[in-house]
């Protein structure tokens, strides 16, 4: 539901906003707070805190483990407030950091400074609200957590309504992000107290489980929002390119972020509960069976999802976004760019499954190593690749370090035994990629056919010939999924039924 509401919030950016200067700007200011919101809340402080809640809570007490809550709040609450701060006081010159190519004292620059100053203390309320959310989902209710970021949608949505009334588009959608995590905030709240997981805030004190907390946090803060940052610095180059660019990959990593939020972030959120739980309880070969299963599902869906979404990249853009201020030349630039971000989408996958393989051992300081090196190899690739490709050289860039990221983190987990190719995952991998080729095969025939309706001026055509590929490319790779038995549906079902 967040993933398709997010998709209208974002036609209606574009409809009103375009890849315009305006739209740059506004993108560089909501950039910021969702990528420490992704390092602090959803990311590192997470990875290191539902270990350490869910160990207390089923090995100590409930009462034990809410304690050990209030501790890693009130901390946290000390980071947030403080960087808050520092945000707003700075805030020009971090503008000068993460998108140089916006001169001082052009319109693009100050409204950027101006609306991230909006937009940055989103980051306090939404990282409470993450570390909530960690805290639902370990005694496995996950529903109220995923609701979440629905609200953010529909108040972002809402924005629209204000901007003859109130606000200019861009300061309309600033303001709208704010409200928003005041929002999320009080709903996790009224979620926690009414799951009976209520706690209050502890003296600020390092006790040695906040200890235990903060050095697993510290290494990690980089390699758990690894992929956010590839995203950062993909801005910092495309801020130097031609006006709309940085706006060009923002569209483009939206449509990505449909497959890779509702499988990758949700594999993810179920992941790391189980299996920390199966790790702590020494049932090496459950939790290896678990990380496998996390593995062939994600690729599943992954790898025909990219075959898809890279060979109908610019026919997808088009229909998704071409109207009002996003013209004909900007959905081109922009399929471009979703196209490159495609190729890397199994990898996106991979990373958040084996990475929660390190965060469940308690190992941060591995994938920030990890980390480290693919941000190395981004910016690299970047420079090298931007002045012949433009943003479509960023976008693949990120793509080419992210399968980096994904083969280094499974290589090491190999090498300790927490990774095991069996027979079976080699078989059922080997097996999604014949599925999907064929099905990409199909697709590429069924394009040329359909190719003078998906070319058509008339925008109704232009959706048919789409879904009927679509339908097609599904029902086909439904078909092979079956005949080469690589998932049970049966067993699917159960599994979603007992989970949800």
């Known amino acids: 539901i967040s993933r398709v509401l997010g998709f209208i919030r974002d036609m209606m950016i574009a409809r009103i906003l375009g890849a315009s200067w305006v739209a740059d700007a506004f993108f560089v200011s909501f950039k910021l707070p969702n990528l420490f919101r992704r390092l602090l809340g959803e990311g590192a402080f997470a990875a290191a805190f539902i270990p350490i809640f869910s160990k207390t809570y089923t090995h100590e007490s409930k009462e034990e483990a809410l304690k050990f809550a209030g501790e890693a709040t009130t901390i946290l609450l000390i980071i947030l407030g403080v960087l808050t701060i520092l945000g707003e006081i700075f805030m020009p010159t971090i503008i000068q950091l993460i998108a140089p190519g916006f001169i001082e004292g052009t319109p ?10 909006i937009t940055f203390p989103y980051l306090f309320f939404i990282a409470i609200v993450a570390l909530h959310g960690g805290m639902l989902n370990s005694i496995n209710k996950f529903g109220y957590a995923a609701a979440a970021p629905i609200i953010l949608n529909i108040t972002l949505l809402s924005a629209d309504f204000f ?57 990690g803060m980089l390699g758990a929002g690894v992929y956010q940052l590839n995203i950062m610095v993909d801005g910092i180059f495309a801020s130097m390119l031609r006006e709309g660019s940085v706006s060009y990959l ?13 499988i990758g972030a949700a594999i993810g959120t179920a992941l790391l509960p189980m299996l920390s739980r199966e790790v702590k309880s020494g049932e090496s070969d459950k939790a ?26 610019h026919p997808i853009i088009d229909l998704l976004f071409r109207h009002g201020a996003f013209t004909a030349s900007d959905a081109k630039a922009t ?7 495609a190729l890397g989408l199994p990898a996106y996958i991979g990373v958040k499954v084996l990475s929660t393989s390190f965060f469940a051992r308690e190992d941060t300081k591995t994938p920030v190593k990890v980390a480290l090196a693919c941000l190395v190899l981004n910016a690299g690739l970047n420079y090298m690749l931007m002045h012949s490709l433009q943003h479509v050289g960023i976008a693949l860039a990120t793509a080419i370090s992210n399968w980096f990221n ?19 995952l080699l078989r059922k991998i080997g097996k999604i990629m014949l599925a999907t080729t064929v099905m990409g095969g199909v697709l590429w025939l069924g394009s040329d056919l359909l190719r003078p309706f998906l070319d058509a001026p008339a925008k109704m055509y232009r959706s048919l010939a789409i879904v009927i590929l679509m339908l097609i490319a ?27």
């Open 163 to 219: 901007v003859p009334w109130l606000f200019d588009e861009g300061h309309a959608l600033a303001w709208a992000v704010f409200v928003a995590g005041v929002l999320q905030f009080a709903f996790l709240l009224y979620a926690l107290i009414k799951s009976d997981l209520g706690y209050r805030l502890a003296r600020p004190r390092m006790t040695p489980r906040v200890k235990r907390l903060m050095r697993l946090f510290l290494p």
């Open 108 to 117: 693009r620059y100050e409204l950027a400074v101006n609306l991230s100053r």
């Open 474 to 500: 599904i029902t086909v790779y439904l078909t092979l999924v079956q005949v080469l038995k690589i998932f049970d549906v049966r067993h699917l079902k159960r599994e979603l039924k007992r989970t949800t």
């Open 406 to 424: 994904a083969v280094c983190l499974g290589v090491l987990l190999y090498k300790r035994g927490a990774l095991i190719l069996t027979a079976t």
């Open 335 to 341: 399929g471009g760019a979703l196209a490159a971000f």
């Open 288 to 313: 290896s069976q678990t990380q496998n299963y996390a593995l062939q599902l994600g690729l599943l869906i992954a790898m025909p999802a990219a075959v898809a979404l890279a060979m109908l990249a």
């Open 250 to 262: 923002y569209y483009a990593d939206r449509i990505t972020q449909l497959p890779l939020g509702v």
